[in-house]
């Protein structure tokens, strides 16, 4: 079973629209993050909730709004999509917000989001 | 500004071949180093990480070794092989609660048969 699942795993739209990525966790952790990953394989961290709560917001534009329902679950929102937000997104999570051998993040297999 | 970085962007082994994965890091304050493997349509996976405290460490296959003196990690894979194929992305953070995982850029490791 995987662990880190996103939904869905492509998602191809138009410029201008609005869409969510989901994501769950089985693993019983308590903090979950998305990441972006750009065509030049860059990975870079954009936020974290740790028990519904946001601890990390990197700086991105507004229009991305994470949401956490519960704390196995962290869905994005991306309003008015633009070229640049084309990239994969990646959700994991990890036990706790500290990073640590004995706790590392688990990642998901990516959504891969193209803005025609 | 931080960053973290690999020197090459591609690597190219024989199979059973050692491979060593290089990256450079500029932020001192970071206590805390990670190896990340990423196959094709994959998400990273975890390799193996070591504390600022540790100059070596050893995995099943793999070794990383980090000076701190010139900021310094590297990656070593005994005995490469095809499944090694992948990117590899090195990571550094700080212990403390909340903390964040940098990457490096990756780098493409590719095992010739």
């Known amino acids: 079973d995987t662990a880190v699942s996103q939904t869905p795993k492509y998602l191809v739209t138009q410029m201008g629209n609005d869409k969510s990525i989901k994501c769950e966790q089985n693993?019983?952790?308590?903090?979950m993050y998305w990441y972006k990953q750009d065509s030049k394989k860059f990975l870079k961290i954009m936020f974290s909730?740790?028990?519904?709560?946001?601890?990390i917001n990197e700086t991105v534009p507004n229009r991305f709004s994470p949401k956490s329902p519960d704390k196995a679950h962290l869905n994005l929102h991306i309003n008015s999509l633009e070229l640049g937000d084309s990239a994969v997104y990646f959700c994991?999570?990890?036990?706790?917000?500290?990073?640590?051998?004995?706790?590392?993040?688990?990642f998901g297999d990516g959504t891969r989001l193209s803005i025609l | 500004g931080e960053s973290v970085g690999l020197h090459l962007p591609t690597l190219s082994v024989q199979e059973g071949d050692n491979s060593i994965i290089n990256c450079a890091y500029s932020?001192?304050?970071?206590?805390?180093f990670i190896w990340y493997k990423q196959e094709s349509g994959k998400g990273p996976q975890f390799i193996i990480d070591?504390?600022?405290?540790?100059d070596k460490r050893q995995g099943q296959r793999v070794t990383v070794l980090l000076n701190k003196t010139v900021k310094h990690l590297s990656l070593q894979i005994a005995a490469t092989q095809p499944g090694d194929s992948a990117v590899y992305f090195c990571?550094?953070?700080?212990?403390?609660?909340?903390?964040?995982?940098?990457f490096g850029k990756g780098i493409t490791l590719s095992v010739r048969p």
């Open positions: 990571a550094e953070s700080n212990t403390g609660a909340n903390s964040k995982l940098t």
């Open positions: 909730y740790n028990n519904k709560e946001l601890i």
């Open positions: 932020n001192s304050a970071s206590d805390y």
């Open positions: 693993l019983g952790h308590d903090t």
């Open positions: 994991a999570s990890s036990q706790d917000g500290r990073v640590t051998g004995n706790q590392p993040q688990h």
């Open positions: 070591i504390r600022s405290n540790m």
